[in-house]
Each structure stands twice: as C-alpha cells, then as structure tokens.
C-alpha cells in the first residue's frame, strides 16, 4: 500500500505542475498519502499485536523487505513535508 501511495504521490505532483491543479487538491491529496504511509510504517514496528510482530515472525526477509520500502518512504515524506512547510 505505501509503494501504491508513493507513486500516486510522484504523479500528483508531475500533474499538477503539467495540467495546472489547484494547489488545495493536491496539498489534501498530500496529507492523505503522507497519513496513510506513516500509518502503514508505524504498523510495522514488530512489537505486541502490531502487524510487525506477525511479519517478523512469519518471515524475517520478508519483514526487511517490507522496512525497505516503509523507511524511504517515509524520510522523503518527511523531507518533502519540511521542505513544502507542511508540518
């Protein structure tokens, strides 16, 4: 889900600068993808009955795999919301 949202992320922004969207739709559309991926990182702390746990004892590369996306993600988002002013 947070690969899905980061790209529809990379393409808002690539439209709205193409086709001139207002700047509301695109800042909500921000804050709902940023939400959804903090959401999603903050379920895969492998702790207590947090999706995490379940992962990391179903399968640990799998586990890793799934950090390797979270974590990106989530710097860029917090890089991009400091740099646009949004937090």
């Given amino acids: 889900v947070a690969v899905i949202a980061f ?3 990379i393409i808002s922004i690539f439209v709205a600068a193409t086709f001139g969207i207002p700047g509301i739709v695109i800042n909500i559309l921000f804050v709902v993808i940023t939400v959804n991926v903090f959401i999603g990182a903050f379920n895969m702390i492998p702790i207590g009955i947090l999706d995490g746990a379940k ?5 640990k590369i799998v586990y890793i ?5 979270y974590l990106p993600a989530v710097l860029f988002l917090m890089f991009f919301n400091i740099l646009i002013g949004l937090l």
Avoid: F, S
């Fill in 65 to 69: 795999l799934m950090a390797g996306v």
């Fill in 7 to 9: 790209i529809l992320l």
């Fill in 55 to 59: 992962i990391w004892r179903w399968n």
